[in-house]
């Protein structure tokens, strides 16, 4: 008998006698009017920032955020930056970034989280080996807690997806949170519907 | 037979209880972890809803894991992900080193994964020429100062700060004396992200693994599962088999219960779901058994294997919180550990559910609802049938029990407790017999027994 045949055999005899699954609910409570505030402070708690509108010029705003930023990688048709995602065949290089620029599908009030995947990222690594991160999200794409989103289907589709939610941080030093850790060192939301102009 | 000595965890947590400022930092510590604990579920008004689905989800899934584990690798391999099956740390161990070589990888990364700890991996690839870099802070630091997790959290979270600064000063030739916790987090930043920018392999461990999808999914403030998983086009997966949970909607339930019973923030920064290879990579998923399918069939004990990780049954135990991670000597530590540890090795670690109160409080944080301090009662038993407690600690057991069995003698002896109390000198009471009295002072006894003030008023009425 195989390694894999002898560890499920194992297994099918000392299973316990069959449990019923528990019925699941979404347990959802907000009115829709709530959800960008519930967003927005769930955010704060994550240490990301939220930028309510989209800027009227989204290069003069980041040239003002990010005064020493010279390479802005742009994933968005909404912004024309310095570099594309596909100018890092080699994921690593990456780390050259300055500013990344993506656009999420998805944001979760309850824990002020947005959604990436591969489509959105097109190379996975600007989303964490960039210095900083800007993140477009449209505000009737936040759904009120975790048990809506992980109905979108990119959990089931996409070959990698993340919700992220703040820069990176750590509380291994002291138990308390500081930021940076390893990846990115500011997360900016900026609540921009779809349709909206490009800048 | 274990050639492992038996660890006496008492005697090492005598050791950590030396230092009394070490003690109050990390109780603090640990104290406030909870209490952040308390606050965040507050505020989630299905919390004990979501505690018992939790639970339930564990429950169904363990008592049907076989099919669960097949469907999850039916998922994973359409997905074009290569999986592996292993018996235990060795088979574990070798696959990974298979895997490397024959990539010609020599430079791994890797985030935290308790398993890897378990099947103490580092070791044996390092041995085979392997630099394993960890990337999370906290298990990076435990790796430069080698020694094992002191939590399963917050590897380093016995260390206070100043610790760190030294660790670091010796490896990184940071300032010794800045032990701020940003500066510390900003030296660990520009050393690893060069390590992580060269690396040929990265690895993850799993917080979680969907059967619906073949989806592995961690989660780290750090986002370096992130970077250990995407950097390299190279990705190894070390999943434990009791990882497994059905579907997605199942996973929303535990990611809402994991980072806030853990640290009492809503979720980590990044939680991270590796469903399939990148488009130019390649990825593997190595299935676990290490003691699990055994524990599958103890009646008593195999609710263990719900455990999600979250630790907050150690910041929540007095006697962890006051003796410290590392004095467990063990994988796993705190009323957790006590009673997976002895699954592994029965006899190395006989002693460990002895260190408890048994005062219920881990079972009612754990945000699954295992029955911890019943388990680690039912572990007493099981040490006492296979005759692994020591003699001393028997004796005296059965000495207790006697008094306690006989009203009469329990009244004589505290009668005469109390008396030689209150006329013995302070050296004769303050010595190494007496524990409590090491670390506080004795309480003075009562004027009279509970039983003589019960005789004197209520039997009147």
């Known amino acids: 008998m195989g390694i894999r045949e002898d560890i499920l055999d194992r297994v099918r005899r000392n299973q316990p006698a069959a449990i019923p699954h528990p019925d699941l609910r979404d347990f959802t409570h907000l009115a829709s009017a709530d959800l960008i505030t519930t967003f927005a402070r769930s955010l704060g708690v994550m240490a990301g920032v939220l930028i309510d509108k989209p800027p009227d010029d989204l290069g003069a705003f980041l040239r003002e955020k990010f005064p020493d930023a010279k390479n802005i990688c742009s994933a968005v048709p909404e912004y024309v930056g310095t570099s594309k995602p596909e100018d890092y065949p080699v994921w690593a290089d990456a780390a050259k970034i300055d500013v990344s620029v993506v656009r999420s599908p998805l944001g979760v009030a309850e824990t002020g989280s947005v959604l990436l995947s591969d489509d959105d990222l097109r190379v996975n690594t600007i989303a964490f080996l960039a210095h900083d991160i800007v993140i477009l999200l449209a505000p009737d794409k936040i759904v009120e807690n975790i048990h809506v989103a992980y109905q979108h289907p990119a959990f089931k589709e996409k070959a990698y997806s993340v919700l992220m939610s703040g820069p990176s941080g750590s509380a291994d030093i002291g138990g308390k949170e500081v930021h940076p850790a390893q990846a990115v060192m500011t997360l900016t939301v900026i609540l921009w519907p779809e349709s909206a102009k490009t800048s | 037979m274990s050639v492992h000595p038996v660890v006496d965890q008492a005697s090492n947590a005598a050791r950590f209880l030396a230092d009394r400022s070490r003690e109050e930092y990390f109780d603090t510590l640990m104290w406030s972890l909870r209490e952040a604990r308390d606050r965040s579920a507050s505020e989630v008004p299905e919390w004990e809803q979501l505690r018992d689905l939790g639970s339930a989800i564990k429950e169904h899934t363990l008592s049907h894991l076989a099919d669960y584990l097949e469907q999850f690798e039916a998922s994973a391999k359409r997905n074009g992900v290569e999986v592996h099956?292993?018996?235990?740390?060795?088979?574990?161990?070798?696959?990974?080193?298979?895997?490397?070589?024959?990539?010609?990888?020599?430079?791994?990364?890797?985030?935290?994964?308790?398993?890897?700890?378990?099947?103490?991996?580092?070791?044996?690839?390092?041995?085979?020429?392997?630099?394993?870099?960890?990337?999370?802070?906290?298990?990076?630091?435990?790796?430069?100062?080698?020694?094992?997790?002191?939590?399963?959290?917050?590897?380093?979270?016995?260390?206070?700060?100043?610790?760190?600064?030294?660790?670091?000063?010796?490896?990184?030739?940071?300032?010794?004396?800045?032990?701020?916790?940003?500066?510390?987090?900003?030296?660990?930043?520009?050393?690893?992200?060069?390590?992580?920018?060269?690396?040929?392999?990265?690895?993850?461990?799993?917080?979680?693994?969907?059967?619906?999808?073949?989806?592995?999914?961690?989660?780290?403030?750090?986002?370096?599962?992130?970077?250990?998983?995407?950097?390299?086009?190279?990705?190894?997966?070390?999943?434990?088999?009791?990882?497994?949970?059905?579907?997605?909607?199942?996973?929303?339930?535990?990611?809402?219960?994991?980072?806030?019973?853990?640290?009492?923030?809503?979720?980590?920064?990044?939680?991270?779901?590796?469903?399939?290879?990148?488009?130019?990579?390649?990825?593997?998923?190595?299935?676990?058994?290490?003691?699990?399918?055994?524990?599958?069939?103890?009646?008593?004990?195999?609710?263990?294997?719900?455990?999600?990780?979250?630790?907050?049954?150690m910041n929540t135990c007095p006697v962890y919180r006051r003796s410290g991670g590392l004095s467990y000597g063990s994988t796993y530590m705190g009323p957790i550990g006590i009673i997976m540890m002895p699954t592994f090795d029965i006899r190395r670690f006989s002693e460990l559910p002895f260190s408890s109160t048994l005062n219920g409080s881990c079972s009612n944080v754990c945000p699954v609802k295992i029955n911890i301090h019943e388990q680690i009662y039912a572990w007493r038993e099981v040490m006492d049938e296979k005759h692994q407690i020591k003699l001393a600690k028997k004796s005296a057991m059965v000495a207790a029990g006697e008094v306690l069995s006989h009203p009469e003698l329990y009244r004589i002896v505290t009668a005469a407790g109390e008396t030689t109390l209150k006329r013995l000198p302070r050296f004769a009471i303050y010595n190494d017999f007496n524990a409590w009295g090491k670390h506080r002072e004795t309480p003075l006894p009562a004027g009279q027994t509970f039983h003589e003030w019960y005789k004197a008023n209520r039997r009147k009425a």
């Open chain 2, 85 to 313: 099956w292993a018996h235990d740390a060795h088979e574990h161990n070798q696959i990974v080193a298979e895997i490397l070589s024959r990539h010609g990888a020599k430079q791994l990364i890797k985030s935290k994964s308790m398993l890897t700890e378990e099947c103490d991996m580092r070791r044996y690839l390092e041995n085979r020429g392997v630099t394993v870099t960890e990337t999370d802070l906290g298990e990076r630091i435990q790796q430069l100062d080698d020694e094992p997790p002191a939590h399963i959290v917050g590897p380093a979270w016995q260390k206070s700060p100043e610790d760190v600064a030294r660790v670091f000063a010796k490896a990184y030739g940071s300032d010794p004396n800045n032990a701020a916790p940003v500066y510390l987090a900003h030296e660990m930043r520009v050393h690893t992200r060069a390590l992580i920018e060269k690396a040929d392999a990265g690895m993850t461990g799993a917080n979680f693994a969907v059967a619906e999808t073949g989806t592995v999914v961690t989660a780290t403030n750090e986002g370096n599962a992130d970077l250990s998983g995407n950097v390299p086009r190279l990705r190894i997966c070390s999943v434990g088999i009791e990882k497994i949970v059905p579907t997605h909607r199942d996973l929303a339930v535990f990611i809402r219960l994991l980072s806030r019973s853990a640290v009492g923030m809503p979720i980590t920064q990044y939680t991270s779901h590796f469903r399939a290879p990148r488009r130019d990579g390649e990825m593997h998923i190595i299935l676990v058994d290490n003691g699990r399918s055994e524990r599958l069939g103890m009646e008593k004990f195999w609710q263990s294997l719900k455990c999600i990780r979250c630790g907050a049954c």
